[in-house]
C-alpha cells in the first residue's frame, strides 16, 4: 500500500491557496521560483500555467491569477 504523503500528485494542502476550494477532487499544485509547492484548484493551476510567468510567492500568485471577468 502506497503512502499519501509520499505520492507525487497529492497536495500537501487541504485547500487552494487561491479560491480556498477543499474538494480534493480538484486540488493539485504548481511550483513558485523557489521551487515551493502551493496547493491549487485545477483552475488556477492552469490560469497560472497560462500567464506565462512563475509567480514568486502566493500574493503574486494571487494576482496572476486574478479573475478578470469584470474588468
Known amino acids: 500500500m502506497r503512502n499519501a504523503s509520499s505520492d507525487r500528485r497529492s497536495p500537501a494542502s487541504t485547500s487552494c491557496a487561491v479560491c480556498g476550494e477543499v474538494d480534493a477532487r480538484v486540488l493539485s499544485f504548481t511550483r513558485l521560483q523557489d ?7 485545477g483552475s488556477h493551476k492552469t490560469a497560472h500555467h497560462r500567464s506565462g510567468v512563475i509567480a514568486s510567492s502566493v500574493d503574486e500568485l494571487k494576482k496572476l491569477t486574478a479573475d478578470r471577468r469584470a474588468s
Open 35 to 41: 521551487g515551493e509547492r502551493v496547493t491549487v484548484c
